[in-house]
T-cell receptor, first 110, second 114 residues
Framework: GEDVEQSLFLSVREGDSSVINCTYT??????LYWYKQEPGAGLQLLTY?????DMKQDQRLTVLLNKKDKHLSLRIADTQTGDSAIYFC??????????FGAGTQVVVTP | NAGVTQTPKFQVLKTGQSMTLQCAQD?????MYWYRQDPGMGLRLIYY???????DKGEVPNGYNVSRLNKREFSLRLESAAPSQTSVYFC?????????????FGSGTRLTVV
């Protein structure tokens, strides 16, 4: 089956940029997603990118996609304490089913 | 507010007991999903329903059954709970295949089996 891999932990200082990386294996993925999970809550869709795009920017969020290397990244500019959460990368198959990574715990320190 | 509603939010079961986790969405979505979340393992798909009237196994279906009661509701049943089923369970819904809106998740059910 397909695998989505992420590093498990990232520590960043408030005001710095965060970069969360993800690799996926299914080259036929149509969309790739980033979800955010705050403590005790469900997952919220942060942003997504269509597979024929290289970059997508949405306010403080920048998604970069390298299809050749099957690498996806999420950059958060000016990271705030409210950005502390678990971030999940996910790829979709042609049926719309999502395969999630294990999640990256982001801790923002003052 | 539109979204996915799960009940209950918390549950403690004894080994061997049964229970049903309820999920309802009011977004007229076609597809619904049940995931479990365990530390360090991300989300694993238990069962899904691509459309009303259909259900299919996901990655970890053993020990579970589902019912797509109607377009809105998708329930998950544990017939004989085991400690290995201690987890956080999430229901999600989506427009359906090929849509680019991702999933909408419920807030989860924290289940402990003792």
């Amino acid at each position: 089956g397909e695998d989505v891999e992420q590093s498990l932990f990232l520590s960043v200082r408030e005001g710095d940029s965060s970069v969360i990386n993800c690799t996926y294996t299914d080259s036929s993925s149509t969309y790739l997603y980033w979800y955010k999970q705050e403590p005790g809550a469900g997952l919220q869709l942060l942003t997504y990118i269509f597979s024929n795009m290289d970059m997508k920017q949405d306010q403080r969020l920048t998604v970069l996609l390298n299809k050749k290397d099957k690498h996806l990244s999420l950059r958060i500019a000016d990271t705030q304490t409210g950005d502390s959460a678990i971030y999940f990368c996910a790829e979709s198959d042609s049926w719309g089913k999502l395969q999630f990574g294990a999640g990256t715990q982001v801790v923002v320190t003052p | 507010n539109a979204g996915v509603t799960q009940t209950p939010k918390f549950q403690v079961l004894k080994t061997g007991q049964s229970m049903t986790l309820q999920c309802a969405q009011d977004m007229n979505h076609n597809s619904m999903y049940w995931y479990r979340q365990d530390p360090g393992m991300g989300l694993r798909l238990i069962y899904y329903s691509a459309s009303e009237g259909t259900t299919d196994k996901g990655e970890v279906p053993n020990g579970y059954n589902v019912s797509r009661l109607n377009k809105r509701e998708f329930s998950l049943r544990l017939e004989s709970a085991a400690p290995s089923q201690t987890s956080v369970y999430f229901c999600a819904s989506s427009v359906g295949p090929g849509a680019d809106y991702g999933y909408t998740f419920g807030s989860g059910t924290r289940l402990t089996v003792v």
